[in-house]
């Protein structure tokens, strides 16, 4: 279990409705503070400025897929190592062990309760190393 409290968390979302769910359920209700990135092109330089703790991808993006990302994420040695967990409406289980292969801490399926959003967040941070 990781020393601190997860609170700070970088999201890069292409849907603006869902950036907004989030954000809200992250900021109001899990009382976290919140990066909202819309485009994966320039996500790592985002994640480098915000220093967060988390990172949480969505598989489907325009230009580049939440995998790819990653992928590139973990050539960087700022990032490579931060917990990322996926948003996803893929959920076949085919889809979740490649996630998990690459390196996941976790998976939360789309369409998820932006109340329950805060609570699986935490219990997939407090089972990290």
């Known amino acids: 279990m990781p020393a601190q409290p997860l ?5 890069v979302e292409d849907d603006e409705d869902i950036q907004k769910i989030v954000r809200m359920a ?7 503070t919140v990066e ?11 994640i480098k400025a915000f220093k967060p703790e988390l990172v949480m991808l969505d598989w489907m993006m325009p230009g580049m897929d939440g995998p790819t990302l990653y992928r590139k994420m973990k050539e960087v ?3 490579r190592d931060l917990p990322v967990v996926f948003i ?7 889809e979740l ?3 998990r292969a690459l390196g996941a ?8 309760s932006p109340k329950e959003l805060p609570v699986q967040l935490r219990a997939i941070w407090s089972k990290l190393p």
């Open 36 to 46: 909202v990135v819309s485009d994966p092109m320039v996500a790592i330089e985002a």
């Open 88 to 94: 996803t409406a893929k959920a076949s289980q085919r």
């Open 77 to 79: 040695p700022e990032v």
């Open 7 to 11: 609170n700070r968390i970088c999201y």
């Open 97 to 99: 062990d490649e996630l």
């Open 105 to 112: 801490a976790g998976t939360i399926s789309k369409p998820f």
């Open 26 to 32: 992250l900021e109001r209700i899990g009382k976290m």
